[in-house]
Nanobody
Framework: QVQLVESGGGLVQPGGSLRLSCAAS????????MGWYRQAPGKQRELVAA???????NYADSVKGRFTISRDDAKNTVYLQMNSLKPEDTAVYYC???????????????WGQGTQVTVSS
């Protein structure tokens, strides 16, 4: 099983920036896709950004041009750089990783514990 540890959330003023990190650990696995989701109070969890490697990424329309997803395969880490933050970006952000687990012999899907991002003046 792949374990995920998130960091980087917090309180920021509108227009500010934050960078989220998510580090994956475990044994005998290869990550195939990484992404970030968010869930605001009373709303469903939604995809924010995802990357499957090879330079391919996709973003929710609401964050295009403001957020950037990147990954460091050597560190099994995915980042979400969030700029020009708005109050409507306030949510709990979750990291999600799809990986091939060679010990289990199948693909797995793992979630981070979530990190709170609050955009407020």
């Amino acid at each position: 099983q792949v374990q995920l540890v998130e960091s980087g959330g917090g309180l920021v003023q509108p227009g500010g920036s934050l960078r989220l990190s998510c580090a994956a650990s475990g044994s005998l696995f290869k990550i195939t896709a990484m992404g970030w989701y968010r869930q605001a109070p009373g709303k469903q969890r939604e995809l924010v950004a995802a990357t499957s490697g090879g330079g391919r990424s996709n973003y929710a329309d609401s964050v295009k041009g403001r957020f950037t997803i990147s990954r460091d395969d050597a560190k099994n880490t995915v980042y979400l750089q969030m700029n020009s933050l708005k109050p409507e970006d306030t949510a709990v952000y979750y990291c999600n990783v799809e990986a091939m687990d060679f010990r289990l012999g199948r693909s797995t899907n793992s979630w981070g514990q979530g990190t709170q991002v609050t955009v407020s003046s």
